[in-house]
């Protein structure tokens, strides 16, 4: 069973990786997505690539799959229906939020409204203190009545159990929890002291709410996905990535399933991390596009950065503040409506619009010839000459490009008085500008110069626009690895097996001695190896990295310190407060002397060890078979605007040491490298295409 498959189901393609672990070889494939019913593309794909492989289903050990289901039904709002159990006086916590406008001055401010609604929320008498204390014991047996009662009137699936301070003592929660499994057994449960117990309540429950929203929508998709590959003969095992850049089990996964909402795209940054330092450029600006979105996410240091904190489905222009916070460990990315089915259209003011509304794979673009009537951003690129109808996806599915042209005729050229040419360009550059300002202000937030990084870019889209988005940043240096259309697919493939855990300990840095640091830190280990242990794995496997969240005593917010487990507690403990204040002066440019510092946050997180393929961070199955010249064809070339001969050439065909220079279009399966005037470009020994821009 040397076999090793990463999927990758996006809003357009699924995208797959096969890495022969004897041979070194390494297929790909990409097909379009089935949104109806997702496994059926897995499924598919699994059988497809293993007839380019010449292998069969009975020699594939592992598999590892990223999916944008969590996401996709949260931003549809297609979740289950969800109860709520509740501690009495914070039934509208969800509606509240953090009680604040994001925009003083927008008086058409809009909130992302909660995944339960008020009329499905019961509270409970009952109160435990922040220190663990119980202030008012908890009778589970009255709950009986009112649950039976909305179970009746609202028909749930599932039931979020969010009492106020879990996060230090969940027993109450387990009660409630005993109580609804004995009365409505078919109801699935998510508590929000076992989810990711941390402070600050509405963060926490809105967590524990997309679990519950989640959950049955995830238990029956992996259900048929599991029986749909075992129907097919697979007897390997089944890993599911997660949104901290690790992989779950299924079990773990039908149990926590909102750690899957940013399953797919966490891959392509970890790829993005290897493929960095293996060549020695530790600094990095990962850009993911594919159909639906864009990705960017910054890498320092050879490490992803992380948070644990996100903010998804904005309700209003994408503003930080309209959408639901969530509590959860994620690679730190930003993430915008621009991809190849992003539709376009003129708004209101006369402007040109793109996405972020999508086409997606059902109908797809106009070119695709699927039932699609608006423009989409393919649609403009194969107008430009970026894309081929001959070559489009190897030239396994045609496109029609005079139906493109006059899509985007009618639909956006008219509008705007020019042709269709022009219109076609404009759609690609707002793709493009939009992408940029994205990045600028994520890396400005986070405090990073991208001109000091290397852009590394993947997905289908992301060769066709990453010079044009390198120019704009002014980032000097693109790299494109092999197989970069499916990247995220072969990202799975370096991926560990993770669990992470946390807990809220809010104490005085003096009060954290040695035996407190071995005890909460004990705590969490036993945490973290009780949910592998469900989950048939052991714990002597793991590697273990703790993370301190502190702050001056008297703020209210905190920065994060990675803390060196292996190290005896005593040096590990001094040695994060140095670390503390070195990050503080980073981002502050000055430490409070003489302030005590209080920790609040402990977390700890389980990883195997990485697969071996991760040593091969750059894989190199490409062929030399002949001359990589295809030939030449007009595409748009905007400093002449107009077109221009652009010499073809053939990715597969470029041996390692291979040199060349723009206008050029460099095709591959999966993707095509758009090669402006001035850029040059090389092939180095692990066949990643280096472009330096002038």
Not at 496 to 517: C, I, K, Q
């Amino acid at each position: 069973m040397s076999y090793r498959i990463g999927v990758d189901i996006g809003g357009t393609f699924t995208d797959l990786a096969l890495v022969d672990d004897e041979s070194g070889r390494v297929f790909t494939h990409k097909l379009l997505t089935t949104p109806d019913a997702p496994e059926r593309a897995v499924i598919d794909g699994v059988a497809a690539i293993l007839q380019l492989a010449g292998g069969t289903i009975d020699q594939v050990g592992t598999l590892v799959h990223g999916t944008t289901l969590v996401t996709n039904a949260l931003i549809e709002r297609r979740g289950c229906k969800v109860a709520m159990l509740v501690t009495r006086g914070f039934r509208d916590t969800l509606d509240m939020g953090r009680e604040t406008r994001y925009d003083l001055y927008d008086l058409r401010l809009r909130f992302a409204p909660p995944l339960i609604e008020r009329s499905a929320r019961i509270e409970v008498d009952e109160r435990i203190d922040y220190q663990g204390r119980v202030v008012r014991p908890l009778n589970a047996e009255s709950i009986v009545a009112p649950l039976a009662e909305l179970v009746a009137r609202e028909r749930p699936e599932a039931i979020a159990i969010c009492l106020l301070h879990s996060y230090v003592d969940a027993t109450h929660e387990r009660q409630l929890a005993e109580i609804v499994r004995r009365e409505h057994p078919g109801l699935q449960l998510s508590l929000s002291g076992e989810g990711y117990p941390v402070i600050r309540e509405y963060e926490r429950w809105t967590t524990t709410a997309l679990n519950a929203y989640v959950q049955p929508l995830v238990d029956r998709y992996l259900t048929r996905l599991e029986q749909g590959l075992n129907g097919c003969g697979f007897g390997g095992r089944l890993f599911i990535m997660a949104s901290n850049g690790g992989t779950l089990t299924p079990d773990i996964a039908r149990r926590f399933p909102s750690r899957l909402l940013e399953s797919g795209p966490a891959a392509g940054i970890l790829m993005s991390a290897a493929i960095g330092r293996a060549l020695q450029r530790p600094d990095v600006l990962a850009y993911d596009m594919g159909g639906t979105t864009a990705k960017g996410a910054l890498i320092s240091d050879g490490q992803p950065m992380k948070r644990y904190e996100l903010e998804v489905a904005h309700v209003h222009h994408f503003r930080s503040g309209s959408g639901l916070t969530m509590n959860l460990p994620v690679l730190d990315m930003i993430e915008i409506g621009a991809g190849g089915g992003s539709l376009a259209g003129v708004d209101e003011r006369g402007m040109l619009r793109v996405g972020p509304t999508s086409a997606g794979a059902v109908p797809g673009p106009v070119c695709y010839g699927r039932g699609g009537t608006k423009p989409a951003l393919t649609d403009a690129n194969l107008v430009l000459g970026y894309l081929d109808s001959a070559s489009f996806l190897g030239g396994r599915m045609s496109v029609d490009a005079d139906a493109a042209r006059q899509a985007i005729a009618t639909g956006v050229a008219i509008k705007l008085d020019t042709d269709a040419t022009r219109a076609a360009w404009g759609i690609h550059e707002v793709v493009n500008e939009n992408v940029a300002g994205a990045f600028r202000v994520h890396a400005s937030e986070r405090g990073v110069d991208v001109r000091q990084c290397t852009m590394v870019a993947f997905g289908g889209c992301g060769p066709l626009h990453a010079v044009r988005v390198a120019r704009k940043l002014k980032v000097p240096t693109v790299v494109l690895p092999p197989a970069a259309g499916v990247m995220s697919a072969l990202g799975l493939l370096i991926s560990p097996l993770s669990f992470e855990v946390g807990t809220t300990r809010v104490l005085l840095w003096d009060e954290v001695t040695v035996e407190v640091w071995t005890q909460v830190f004990g705590l969490l280990r036993n945490q973290a190896g009780k949910v592998l242990g469900e989950a048939g794995l052991s714990m002597d496997d793991m590697v273990l990295r703790g993370r301190l969240e502190l702050r001056y005593a008297g703020q209210g917010y905190e920065m994060g310190v990675d803390v060196d487990l292996s190290q005896p507690a005593e040096w590990a403990r001094d040695a994060v407060a140095h670390q503390f204040e070195e990050a503080y002066v980073a981002v502050f440019g000055l430490a409070l002397e003489g302030q005590q510092l209080e920790v609040v946050q402990w977390r700890l997180e389980a990883v195997s060890h990485q697969p071996a393929a991760a040593k091969r961070a750059c894989f190199s199955s490409y062929e030399i078979l002949g001359d990589a010249d295809r030939g030449s064809r007009p595409a748009f070339d905007p400093e002449v605007g107009d077109f221009v001969e652009h010499r073809v050439i053939d990715r597969y065909r470029l041996a390692p040491g291979a040199e060349f220079s723009g206008p050029a279009l460099v095709e591959e399966m999966e993707s095509t490298t758009v090669i402006g005037t001035g850029v040059r470009g090389r092939v180095d020994e692990q066949r990643n295409l280096i472009l330096e821009l002038q």
